[in-house]
Protein backbone atom coordinates (compact mmCIF):
# COMPACT_ATOMS: atom_id res chain seq x y z
CA UNK A 1 0.00 0.00 0.00
CA UNK A 2 3.27 2.41 0.92
CA UNK A 3 2.51 5.80 -0.07
CA UNK A 4 -0.80 5.57 -1.32
CA UNK A 5 -2.31 4.65 1.89
CA UNK A 6 -4.26 7.69 1.97
CA UNK A 7 -5.64 7.49 -1.04
CA UNK A 8 -6.82 3.61 -0.54
CA UNK A 9 -8.23 4.75 2.83
CA UNK A 10 -10.97 7.26 1.30
CA UNK A 11 -11.79 5.30 -1.44
CA UNK A 12 -12.57 2.43 0.87
CA UNK A 13 -14.73 4.52 2.71
CA UNK A 14 -15.91 6.38 0.05
CA UNK A 15 -17.08 2.34 -0.74
CA UNK A 16 -19.35 2.13 2.19
CA UNK A 17 -21.84 3.48 -0.53
CA UNK A 18 -21.14 0.27 -2.41
CA UNK A 19 -22.15 -2.00 0.36
CA UNK A 20 -25.59 0.00 0.78
CA UNK A 21 -25.90 -0.80 -3.08
CA UNK A 22 -25.36 -4.43 -2.63
CA UNK A 23 -27.51 -4.95 0.79
CA UNK A 24 -30.47 -3.16 -0.51
CA UNK A 25 -30.00 -4.91 -3.77
CA UNK A 26 -29.17 -8.31 -1.95
CA UNK A 27 -32.14 -8.12 1.29
CA UNK A 28 -35.07 -8.66 -0.87
CA UNK A 29 -33.93 -11.70 -2.80
CA UNK A 30 -34.32 -13.81 0.14
CA UNK A 31 -37.68 -12.08 2.31
CA UNK A 32 -39.62 -12.93 -1.27
CA UNK A 33 -39.31 -16.61 -0.33
CA UNK A 34 -40.26 -15.72 3.58
CA UNK A 35 -43.65 -17.11 4.50
CA UNK A 36 -43.89 -13.99 7.23
CA UNK A 37 -43.51 -11.37 4.60
CA UNK A 38 -45.75 -13.25 2.11
CA UNK A 39 -48.73 -13.78 4.35
CA UNK A 40 -48.42 -9.73 5.62
CA UNK A 41 -48.40 -8.64 2.41
CA UNK A 42 -51.01 -11.42 0.19
CA UNK A 43 -48.73 -13.41 -1.31
CA UNK A 44 -48.03 -11.26 -4.11
CA UNK A 45 -47.96 -12.96 -7.45
CA UNK A 46 -44.99 -12.17 -10.11
CA UNK A 47 -45.99 -8.88 -11.35
CA UNK A 48 -46.67 -8.00 -7.85
CA UNK A 49 -42.83 -9.20 -7.01
CA UNK A 50 -42.05 -7.44 -10.18
CA UNK A 51 -43.52 -4.36 -8.81
CA UNK A 52 -42.07 -4.72 -5.55
CA UNK A 53 -38.31 -5.20 -6.87
CA UNK A 54 -38.07 -3.10 -9.87
CA UNK A 55 -39.25 -0.08 -7.92
CA UNK A 56 -36.16 0.41 -5.75
CA UNK A 57 -34.11 0.51 -9.29
CA UNK A 58 -37.01 2.74 -10.75
CA UNK A 59 -35.72 5.54 -7.99
CA UNK A 60 -32.25 4.44 -8.54
CA UNK A 61 -32.81 5.50 -12.26
CA UNK A 62 -34.34 9.62 -10.45
CA UNK A 63 -31.51 9.05 -8.24
CA UNK A 64 -28.46 9.04 -10.51
CA UNK A 65 -29.91 11.44 -13.36
CA UNK A 66 -30.34 13.95 -10.20
CA UNK A 67 -26.81 13.10 -8.90
CA UNK A 68 -24.95 14.59 -11.82
CA UNK A 69 -25.81 18.33 -10.42
CA UNK A 70 -25.84 17.73 -6.84
CA UNK A 71 -22.05 16.17 -7.30
CA UNK A 72 -21.23 19.44 -10.08
CA UNK A 73 -22.18 22.01 -7.66
CA UNK A 74 -22.34 20.94 -4.20
CA UNK A 75 -19.18 18.48 -4.57
CA UNK A 76 -18.94 15.17 -4.61
CA UNK A 77 -18.27 14.64 -0.78
CA UNK A 78 -21.37 16.13 0.33
CA UNK A 79 -23.38 14.38 -2.58
CA UNK A 80 -22.61 11.26 -0.72
CA UNK A 81 -23.45 12.20 2.54
CA UNK A 82 -27.00 13.68 1.57
CA UNK A 83 -27.39 10.23 -0.33
CA UNK A 84 -26.85 8.30 2.93
CA UNK A 85 -29.49 10.18 4.44
CA UNK A 86 -32.12 9.81 1.72
CA UNK A 87 -30.87 6.37 1.74
CA UNK A 88 -31.92 5.73 5.61
CA UNK A 89 -35.26 7.55 5.62
CA UNK A 90 -36.35 5.20 2.51
CA UNK A 91 -35.24 2.33 4.65
CA UNK A 92 -37.27 3.50 7.62
CA UNK A 93 -40.38 4.01 5.61
CA UNK A 94 -39.58 0.27 4.41
CA UNK A 95 -38.63 -1.52 7.87
CA UNK A 96 -42.02 -0.07 9.30
CA UNK A 97 -44.32 -1.13 6.24
CA UNK A 98 -48.13 -2.03 7.22
CA UNK A 99 -49.11 -1.96 3.40
CA UNK A 100 -47.43 -2.93 0.47
CA UNK A 101 -48.37 0.96 -0.87
CA UNK A 102 -46.02 1.85 1.80
CA UNK A 103 -42.96 -0.81 1.02
CA UNK A 104 -42.96 -0.03 -2.58
CA UNK A 105 -42.67 4.01 -1.50
CA UNK A 106 -39.52 3.29 0.85
CA UNK A 107 -37.69 1.04 -2.03
CA UNK A 108 -38.44 3.88 -4.15
CA UNK A 109 -36.98 6.37 -1.75
CA UNK A 110 -34.01 4.48 -0.63
CA UNK A 111 -33.50 4.08 -4.33
CA UNK A 112 -32.73 7.11 -4.88
CA UNK A 113 -29.77 7.52 -2.43
CA UNK A 114 -28.49 4.41 -4.48
CA UNK A 115 -28.72 5.68 -7.03
CA UNK A 116 -26.76 8.56 -6.16
CA UNK A 117 -23.99 7.20 -4.46
CA UNK A 118 -24.07 4.83 -7.27
CA UNK A 119 -22.96 7.62 -9.75
CA UNK A 120 -20.86 9.79 -7.25
CA UNK A 121 -18.97 7.08 -5.46
CA UNK A 122 -16.98 5.70 -8.37
CA UNK A 123 -15.99 9.33 -9.69
CA UNK A 124 -14.92 9.94 -6.26
CA UNK A 125 -12.77 7.16 -5.90
CA UNK A 126 -11.24 8.00 -10.12
CA UNK A 127 -10.91 11.32 -8.90
CA UNK A 128 -8.65 10.47 -6.31
CA UNK A 129 -6.50 8.38 -7.35
CA UNK A 130 -3.42 8.29 -9.80
CA UNK A 131 -3.65 6.22 -12.98
CA UNK A 132 -1.70 3.59 -11.79
CA UNK A 133 -4.07 2.05 -9.22
CA UNK A 134 -7.29 3.75 -10.38
CA UNK A 135 -8.54 0.06 -11.36
CA UNK A 136 -8.45 -1.22 -7.95
CA UNK A 137 -9.34 1.35 -5.90
CA UNK A 138 -12.93 2.13 -7.86
CA UNK A 139 -12.79 -1.92 -8.17
CA UNK A 140 -12.72 -0.92 -4.08
CA UNK A 141 -17.24 0.01 -4.70
CA UNK A 142 -17.93 -3.67 -6.77
CA UNK A 143 -16.27 -5.21 -3.83
CA UNK A 144 -18.26 -2.94 -1.30
CA UNK A 145 -21.25 -4.63 -3.12
CA UNK A 146 -20.82 -7.92 -3.34
CA UNK A 147 -19.68 -7.52 0.69
CA UNK A 148 -23.35 -6.12 1.07
CA UNK A 149 -25.13 -8.58 -0.74
CA UNK A 150 -23.21 -10.95 1.47
CA UNK A 151 -24.18 -9.57 4.34
CA UNK A 152 -27.63 -9.34 3.15
CA UNK A 153 -28.10 -13.09 2.00
CA UNK A 154 -26.54 -14.31 5.94
CA UNK A 155 -28.62 -11.41 7.84
CA UNK A 156 -31.85 -13.13 5.72
CA UNK A 157 -30.54 -16.59 6.49
CA UNK A 158 -30.00 -16.17 9.96
CA UNK A 159 -33.46 -14.40 10.96
CA UNK A 160 -35.61 -16.57 8.21
CA UNK A 161 -35.98 -18.75 11.48
CA UNK A 162 -37.50 -16.13 13.38
CA UNK A 163 -41.29 -16.82 13.63
CA UNK A 164 -42.94 -13.37 13.28
CA UNK A 165 -42.49 -10.10 11.10
CA UNK A 166 -39.39 -9.69 12.16
CA UNK A 167 -38.10 -12.11 10.26
CA UNK A 168 -38.14 -9.37 7.49
CA UNK A 169 -38.25 -6.14 8.90
CA UNK A 170 -34.69 -7.10 11.05
CA UNK A 171 -32.98 -7.19 7.66
CA UNK A 172 -34.58 -4.32 6.66
CA UNK A 173 -33.59 -1.87 9.16
CA UNK A 174 -30.13 -2.55 10.18
CA UNK A 175 -29.39 -1.23 6.72
CA UNK A 176 -29.58 2.18 8.50
CA UNK A 177 -26.16 1.85 10.67
CA UNK A 178 -23.60 1.62 7.92
CA UNK A 179 -25.38 4.47 6.58
CA UNK A 180 -24.69 6.49 9.17
CA UNK A 181 -21.57 4.94 9.17
CA UNK A 182 -21.00 6.58 5.80
CA UNK A 183 -22.47 9.96 6.23
CA UNK A 184 -19.80 10.60 9.90
CA UNK A 185 -16.84 8.87 8.06
CA UNK A 186 -17.32 10.91 4.90
CA UNK A 187 -17.21 14.37 7.01
CA UNK A 188 -13.43 13.52 7.81
CA UNK A 189 -12.62 12.83 4.18
CA UNK A 190 -11.25 15.13 1.76
CA UNK A 191 -13.11 16.74 -1.57
CA UNK A 192 -12.20 15.57 -4.86
CA UNK A 193 -8.40 17.35 -5.83
CA UNK A 194 -10.52 18.36 -9.30
CA UNK A 195 -13.59 19.58 -8.24
CA UNK A 196 -11.36 21.55 -5.97
CA UNK A 197 -9.35 22.98 -9.16
CA UNK A 198 -12.95 23.24 -10.94
CA UNK A 199 -14.20 25.85 -8.55
CA UNK A 200 -11.24 27.85 -7.95
CA UNK A 201 -9.90 26.60 -4.94
CA UNK A 202 -6.42 25.70 -6.05
CA UNK A 203 -4.63 25.50 -2.58
CA UNK A 204 -7.09 23.07 -0.85
CA UNK A 205 -6.51 20.94 -4.24
CA UNK A 206 -2.87 21.24 -2.98
CA UNK A 207 -3.53 20.31 0.36
CA UNK A 208 -5.69 17.56 -0.49
CA UNK A 209 -3.16 16.26 -3.16
CA UNK A 210 0.19 16.53 -0.84
CA UNK A 211 -2.01 14.53 1.81
CA UNK A 212 -3.32 11.71 -0.97
CA UNK A 213 0.13 11.12 -2.56
CA UNK A 214 3.29 12.62 -0.24
CA UNK A 215 1.83 12.45 2.86
CA UNK A 216 1.54 15.78 3.49
CA UNK A 217 4.72 16.94 1.38
CA UNK A 218 3.61 19.88 -0.36
CA UNK A 219 6.55 20.32 -2.28
CA UNK A 220 7.01 17.04 -3.88
CA UNK A 221 7.22 16.62 -7.67
CA UNK A 222 4.49 13.89 -8.35
CA UNK A 223 2.23 16.53 -6.64
CA UNK A 224 3.37 19.76 -8.01
CA UNK A 225 2.61 17.87 -11.59
CA UNK A 226 -0.52 16.09 -10.90
CA UNK A 227 -1.62 19.87 -10.00
CA UNK A 228 -0.83 21.69 -12.73
CA UNK A 229 -2.23 18.88 -15.14
CA UNK A 230 -5.61 19.27 -13.38
CA UNK A 231 -5.38 23.16 -13.43
CA UNK A 232 -4.44 22.77 -16.96
CA UNK A 233 -6.84 20.22 -18.20
CA UNK A 234 -9.66 22.73 -16.26
CA UNK A 235 -8.60 25.90 -18.38
CA UNK A 236 -9.49 23.80 -21.92
CA UNK A 237 -11.90 22.17 -20.75
CA UNK A 238 -14.03 25.58 -19.71
CA UNK A 239 -13.12 26.88 -23.20
CA UNK A 240 -15.53 24.18 -24.13
CA UNK A 241 -18.15 23.78 -21.69
CA UNK A 242 -20.65 21.64 -21.62
CA UNK A 243 -23.53 23.89 -20.02
CA UNK A 244 -26.43 21.76 -21.06
CA UNK A 245 -26.95 17.40 -20.93
CA UNK A 246 -27.97 18.30 -25.19
CA UNK A 247 -24.45 19.30 -25.34
CA UNK A 248 -23.11 15.81 -24.07
CA UNK A 249 -24.51 14.11 -27.42
CA UNK A 250 -22.63 16.38 -29.71
CA UNK A 251 -19.14 15.53 -31.01
CA UNK A 252 -16.67 15.04 -29.62
CA UNK A 253 -18.38 13.72 -26.36
CA UNK A 254 -21.23 11.84 -28.37
CA UNK A 255 -18.92 8.65 -28.83
CA UNK A 256 -17.73 8.84 -25.15
CA UNK A 257 -21.60 9.00 -24.09
CA UNK A 258 -22.95 6.11 -26.29
CA UNK A 259 -19.82 3.83 -24.84
CA UNK A 260 -20.65 4.65 -21.74
CA UNK A 261 -24.72 3.66 -21.62
CA UNK A 262 -23.91 0.37 -23.23
CA UNK A 263 -21.36 -0.54 -21.14
CA UNK A 264 -23.55 -0.01 -18.39
CA UNK A 265 -26.54 -1.79 -20.08
CA UNK A 266 -24.76 -4.52 -21.26
CA UNK A 267 -23.39 -5.13 -17.50
CA UNK A 268 -27.69 -5.62 -16.39
CA UNK A 269 -27.82 -7.84 -20.05
CA UNK A 270 -25.56 -10.03 -18.45
CA UNK A 271 -28.27 -10.92 -15.94
CA UNK A 272 -26.31 -10.52 -13.08
CA UNK A 273 -29.89 -8.84 -11.33
CA UNK A 274 -32.05 -11.93 -12.04
CA UNK A 275 -29.23 -14.02 -10.61
CA UNK A 276 -29.37 -11.69 -7.37
CA UNK A 277 -32.71 -11.23 -7.42
CA UNK A 278 -34.37 -14.31 -7.84
CA UNK A 279 -31.68 -17.14 -7.19
CA UNK A 280 -34.02 -18.92 -4.27
CA UNK A 281 -36.53 -19.23 -6.51
CA UNK A 282 -34.21 -20.49 -9.53
CA UNK A 283 -32.96 -22.82 -6.48
CA UNK A 284 -36.30 -23.80 -5.70
CA UNK A 285 -36.55 -24.36 -9.09
CA UNK A 286 -33.23 -26.69 -9.88
CA UNK A 287 -34.63 -29.03 -6.74
CA UNK A 288 -33.43 -27.22 -3.46
CA UNK A 289 -36.90 -27.29 -2.12
CA UNK A 290 -36.25 -28.13 1.57
CA UNK A 291 -36.91 -25.75 4.07
CA UNK A 292 -34.07 -22.85 3.91
CA UNK A 293 -31.85 -25.27 1.28
CA UNK A 294 -32.62 -21.98 -1.19
CA UNK A 295 -31.42 -19.53 1.60
CA UNK A 296 -28.30 -21.28 2.36
CA UNK A 297 -27.69 -21.62 -1.61
CA UNK A 298 -28.29 -18.01 -2.06
CA UNK A 299 -25.71 -17.66 0.99
CA UNK A 300 -22.92 -19.12 -0.52
CA UNK A 301 -23.47 -17.43 -3.59
CA UNK A 302 -22.76 -14.20 -2.19
CA UNK A 303 -19.70 -15.81 -0.83
CA UNK A 304 -18.44 -16.60 -3.90
CA UNK A 305 -19.20 -13.46 -5.18
CA UNK A 306 -17.25 -11.54 -3.26
CA UNK A 307 -14.43 -13.69 -3.46
CA UNK A 308 -14.13 -13.80 -7.31
CA UNK A 309 -14.17 -10.40 -7.05
CA UNK A 310 -10.89 -9.92 -5.36
CA UNK A 311 -8.63 -11.47 -8.22
CA UNK A 312 -9.96 -8.32 -10.48
CA UNK A 313 -9.43 -5.61 -7.36
CA UNK A 314 -5.90 -6.80 -7.30
CA UNK A 315 -4.76 -7.09 -11.07
CA UNK A 316 -7.17 -5.49 -12.92
CA UNK A 317 -4.57 -2.21 -14.13
CA UNK A 318 -2.59 -5.52 -15.24
CA UNK A 319 -5.03 -7.17 -16.89
CA UNK A 320 -6.51 -4.29 -18.86
CA UNK A 321 -10.46 -3.15 -18.93
CA UNK A 322 -10.78 -4.66 -23.01
CA UNK A 323 -9.42 -8.15 -22.01
CA UNK A 324 -10.92 -9.14 -18.83
CA UNK A 325 -14.70 -7.93 -20.31
CA UNK A 326 -14.15 -9.76 -23.37
CA UNK A 327 -13.21 -13.38 -21.19
CA UNK A 328 -15.99 -12.18 -18.16
CA UNK A 329 -18.62 -12.11 -21.52
CA UNK A 330 -17.34 -15.79 -23.06
CA UNK A 331 -17.43 -17.07 -18.97
CA UNK A 332 -20.80 -15.88 -18.96
CA UNK A 333 -22.19 -16.63 -21.93
CA UNK A 334 -21.10 -20.30 -21.84
CA UNK A 335 -22.75 -21.07 -17.98
CA UNK A 336 -26.09 -19.73 -19.66
CA UNK A 337 -25.74 -21.88 -22.10
CA UNK A 338 -24.59 -25.29 -20.35
CA UNK A 339 -27.62 -24.16 -18.26
CA UNK A 340 -29.90 -23.82 -20.71
CA UNK A 341 -29.06 -26.99 -22.52
CA UNK A 342 -29.49 -29.29 -19.38
CA UNK A 343 -32.54 -27.86 -18.00
CA UNK A 344 -34.08 -27.86 -21.90
CA UNK A 345 -33.25 -32.02 -22.08
CA UNK A 346 -34.98 -32.77 -18.77
CA UNK A 347 -37.17 -30.29 -17.06
CA UNK A 348 -40.89 -31.79 -16.64
CA UNK A 349 -42.89 -28.87 -15.15
CA UNK A 350 -45.39 -28.86 -12.33
CA UNK A 351 -47.30 -26.12 -10.14
CA UNK A 352 -47.96 -26.01 -6.52
CA UNK A 353 -51.72 -25.22 -5.31
CA UNK A 354 -49.81 -21.60 -4.59
CA UNK A 355 -48.75 -21.52 -8.18
CA UNK A 356 -44.83 -22.18 -7.75
CA UNK A 357 -43.38 -24.08 -10.63
CA UNK A 358 -41.36 -27.00 -10.19
CA UNK A 359 -39.63 -28.00 -13.28
CA UNK A 360 -38.51 -31.44 -11.87
CA UNK A 361 -34.94 -31.67 -13.10
CA UNK A 362 -32.80 -34.82 -12.92
CA UNK A 363 -30.63 -34.83 -10.30
CA UNK A 364 -27.87 -34.50 -12.46
CA UNK A 365 -29.31 -31.81 -14.49
CA UNK A 366 -30.30 -29.98 -11.11
CA UNK A 367 -26.60 -30.01 -9.40
CA UNK A 368 -24.98 -28.98 -13.36
CA UNK A 369 -27.64 -25.87 -13.03
CA UNK A 370 -26.72 -24.93 -9.82
CA UNK A 371 -23.19 -25.09 -10.63
CA UNK A 372 -23.16 -23.07 -13.80
CA UNK A 373 -24.91 -20.46 -11.59
CA UNK A 374 -22.03 -20.10 -9.51
CA UNK A 375 -19.48 -20.17 -12.32
CA UNK A 376 -21.52 -17.41 -13.89
CA UNK A 377 -21.00 -15.42 -10.75
CA UNK A 378 -17.31 -16.01 -10.70
CA UNK A 379 -17.49 -14.86 -14.53
CA UNK A 380 -19.56 -11.51 -14.00
CA UNK A 381 -17.41 -10.79 -10.61
CA UNK A 382 -14.39 -11.01 -11.87
CA UNK A 383 -15.30 -9.00 -15.30
CA UNK A 384 -18.72 -6.52 -15.56
CA UNK A 385 -18.72 -6.49 -11.96
CA UNK A 386 -16.13 -3.86 -11.82
CA UNK A 387 -15.57 -2.67 -15.02
CA UNK A 388 -18.58 -1.40 -15.93
CA UNK A 389 -18.47 0.85 -13.28
CA UNK A 390 -14.58 1.29 -13.68
CA UNK A 391 -14.84 2.32 -17.05
CA UNK A 392 -17.65 5.55 -17.47
CA UNK A 393 -16.06 6.97 -14.34
CA UNK A 394 -12.02 7.48 -16.36
CA UNK A 395 -13.09 8.36 -19.80
CA UNK A 396 -15.19 11.96 -19.65
CA UNK A 397 -13.33 15.32 -19.41
CA UNK A 398 -13.43 16.85 -15.43
CA UNK A 399 -15.96 19.57 -16.21
CA UNK A 400 -18.76 17.60 -17.77
CA UNK A 401 -17.89 14.14 -15.64
CA UNK A 402 -21.14 14.26 -13.27
CA UNK A 403 -23.36 15.10 -15.82
CA UNK A 404 -22.07 12.41 -18.64
CA UNK A 405 -21.66 9.37 -15.48
CA UNK A 406 -25.10 10.42 -14.66
CA UNK A 407 -26.50 9.55 -18.08
CA UNK A 408 -24.57 6.41 -18.06
CA UNK A 409 -25.39 5.61 -14.45
CA UNK A 410 -28.96 6.17 -15.34
CA UNK A 411 -28.70 3.62 -18.11
CA UNK A 412 -27.89 0.92 -15.69
CA UNK A 413 -30.35 1.41 -13.03
CA UNK A 414 -33.11 1.98 -16.48
CA UNK A 415 -32.09 -1.82 -17.85
CA UNK A 416 -31.71 -2.91 -13.81
CA UNK A 417 -35.76 -2.26 -13.83
CA UNK A 418 -37.05 -3.86 -16.81
CA UNK A 419 -35.13 -6.68 -16.53
CA UNK A 420 -36.86 -6.54 -12.48
CA UNK A 421 -40.16 -5.80 -13.56
CA UNK A 422 -39.90 -8.81 -16.26
CA UNK A 423 -37.96 -11.41 -15.00
CA UNK A 424 -40.03 -13.03 -12.45
CA UNK A 425 -42.64 -13.25 -15.51
CA UNK A 426 -39.83 -14.86 -17.55
CA UNK A 427 -38.82 -16.93 -15.33
CA UNK A 428 -41.84 -19.20 -14.71
CA UNK A 429 -43.02 -19.00 -18.55
CA UNK A 430 -39.96 -19.58 -20.36
CA UNK A 431 -37.47 -21.08 -17.75
CA UNK A 432 -34.27 -21.97 -19.88
CA UNK A 433 -35.12 -19.98 -22.57
CA UNK A 434 -34.23 -16.49 -20.22
CA UNK A 435 -30.60 -18.21 -20.21
CA UNK A 436 -30.20 -18.74 -23.83
CA UNK A 437 -31.36 -15.09 -24.43
CA UNK A 438 -28.91 -13.85 -22.15
CA UNK A 439 -26.43 -16.16 -24.07
CA UNK A 440 -26.95 -15.31 -26.89
CA UNK A 441 -26.42 -11.55 -25.79
CA UNK A 442 -23.17 -12.29 -23.71
CA UNK A 443 -21.34 -13.70 -26.86
CA UNK A 444 -22.88 -10.82 -29.30
CA UNK A 445 -21.11 -8.79 -26.79
CA UNK A 446 -17.49 -9.90 -27.34
CA UNK A 447 -17.52 -8.41 -30.30
CA UNK A 448 -19.12 -5.46 -29.13
CA UNK A 449 -16.42 -4.49 -26.98
CA UNK A 450 -13.51 -5.81 -29.39
CA UNK A 451 -15.09 -3.36 -32.29
CA UNK A 452 -15.84 -0.50 -30.30
CA UNK A 453 -14.51 0.03 -26.58
CA UNK A 454 -10.37 1.34 -26.25
CA UNK A 455 -8.38 0.46 -23.41
CA UNK A 456 -7.76 2.61 -20.98
CA UNK A 457 -5.60 1.20 -18.92
CA UNK A 458 -3.07 3.07 -16.76
CA UNK A 459 -4.22 5.96 -18.32
CA UNK A 460 -4.30 9.62 -16.48
CA UNK A 461 -8.08 10.78 -16.61
CA UNK A 462 -6.61 13.82 -18.37
CA UNK A 463 -5.28 11.61 -21.24
CA UNK A 464 -8.20 10.36 -22.49
CA UNK A 465 -8.27 12.88 -24.94
CA UNK A 466 -5.61 11.25 -26.83
CA UNK A 467 -7.62 7.49 -26.72
CA UNK A 468 -10.95 9.11 -28.08
CA UNK A 469 -9.66 11.69 -30.69
CA UNK A 470 -8.92 8.56 -33.49
CA UNK A 471 -11.33 6.14 -35.13
CA UNK A 472 -14.50 4.52 -33.65
CA UNK A 473 -12.98 1.44 -34.43
CA UNK A 474 -11.19 0.60 -31.39
CA UNK A 475 -9.20 -2.36 -33.15
CA UNK A 476 -7.74 -0.52 -35.54
CA UNK A 477 -7.17 2.72 -33.62
CA UNK A 478 -4.88 0.71 -31.41
CA UNK A 479 -1.83 0.78 -33.51
CA UNK A 480 -2.35 4.62 -33.74
CA UNK A 481 -2.30 4.95 -29.66
CA UNK A 482 0.83 2.75 -29.77
CA UNK A 483 2.68 4.94 -31.95
CA UNK A 484 1.98 8.14 -30.29
CA UNK A 485 2.93 5.94 -26.93
CA UNK A 486 6.57 5.54 -28.21
CA UNK A 487 7.04 8.47 -30.10
CA UNK A 488 5.70 11.01 -29.43
CA UNK A 489 5.18 11.48 -25.64
CA UNK A 490 7.46 11.33 -22.42
CA UNK A 491 8.79 13.10 -19.36
CA UNK A 492 11.08 14.86 -18.18
CA UNK A 493 12.64 16.41 -15.29
CA UNK A 494 13.23 20.12 -15.41
CA UNK A 495 16.61 19.86 -13.37
CA UNK A 496 18.22 18.10 -16.07
CA UNK A 497 17.77 20.12 -18.71
CA UNK A 498 18.74 23.25 -16.83
CA UNK A 499 22.11 20.91 -15.55
CA UNK A 500 22.57 19.31 -19.14
CA UNK A 501 21.84 21.93 -21.83
CA UNK A 502 22.05 26.16 -21.80
CA UNK A 503 18.23 26.64 -22.71
CA UNK A 504 15.34 28.38 -21.15
CA UNK A 505 11.72 26.62 -21.04
CA UNK A 506 8.89 28.78 -21.02
CA UNK A 507 5.52 28.03 -20.77
CA UNK A 508 3.05 29.40 -23.04
CA UNK A 509 -0.93 28.28 -23.40
CA UNK A 510 -1.15 24.50 -24.07
CA UNK A 511 2.55 24.43 -25.40
CA UNK A 512 6.56 23.84 -24.12
CA UNK A 513 8.34 26.16 -26.08
CA UNK A 514 12.32 26.40 -26.55
CA UNK A 515 14.33 29.54 -26.69
CA UNK A 516 17.95 29.80 -27.08
CA UNK A 517 19.66 31.35 -23.50
CA UNK A 518 22.03 33.69 -22.63
CA UNK A 519 25.78 32.17 -23.73
CA UNK A 520 26.71 33.66 -20.08
CA UNK A 521 24.91 30.91 -18.29
CA UNK A 522 26.59 29.22 -15.49
CA UNK A 523 26.09 25.32 -16.53
CA UNK A 524 27.71 24.71 -12.87
CA UNK A 525 25.32 26.77 -10.74
CA UNK A 526 22.69 24.94 -9.12
CA UNK A 527 19.03 25.03 -9.95
CA UNK A 528 16.50 25.69 -7.08
CA UNK A 529 13.85 23.10 -5.95
CA UNK A 530 11.62 26.44 -6.15
CA UNK A 531 12.25 26.20 -9.80
CA UNK A 532 11.58 22.34 -10.93
CA UNK A 533 8.73 21.66 -12.08
CA UNK A 534 8.22 18.05 -14.05
CA UNK A 535 6.55 18.47 -17.38
CA UNK A 536 4.75 16.43 -20.40
CA UNK A 537 6.17 17.23 -23.61
CA UNK A 538 4.54 16.00 -26.98
CA UNK A 539 5.84 16.59 -30.68
CA UNK A 540 2.11 17.68 -30.91
CA UNK A 541 2.87 20.61 -28.58
CA UNK A 542 0.19 19.49 -26.31
CA UNK A 543 0.65 19.54 -22.49
CA UNK A 544 -2.18 17.19 -21.14
Not at 275 to 303: E, H
Not at 405 to 412: H, R
Not at 469 to 475: E, L, M, N
Amino acid sequence: MGKHAQTYLVGAVSALGGFLFGYDTGVMSSILEMEHWKSYFNYPQSVGVGVIVSLLTAGCFVGSLGAGWLADNFSRKRTIMLASIVFSVGVAIQCGSVNRAMLIVGRFIAGLGVGCLSMTVPIFQSEISPAQIRGRLVSLQQWAITWGLLVAFWVDYGCSFIKSNASWRVPIGVQIVPALVLFIAMIFMPYSPRWLVDHDKVEEAHKVLARLRANGDFDSLEVIEELEEIKEAVRVERETAVRSYMELFRFPIRRRIVLGVVIQALQQLTGINVILYFSPTIFKQSGLSKDGASLLAQGINGVVNMLATIPAILWIDRWGRRKTVIFGSLGCGLTYFVKAMATAATQRKTYDEDGTLNLNLSKASSYLSIVMMYLFVISFATSWGPIAWLYPSEIFPMHIRSKANSITTASNWLFNFIIGLVSPILIKKITWGLDLIFAIIMFVTIFVIYLFFPETQNRNLEDMEIIFTGSIWAHKDRKRIEEFDNTNRYSFDIRDVFENAPYQYAYKADALQQEPADDNIDEDSEVSDDNIEMFRYSSHQHIV
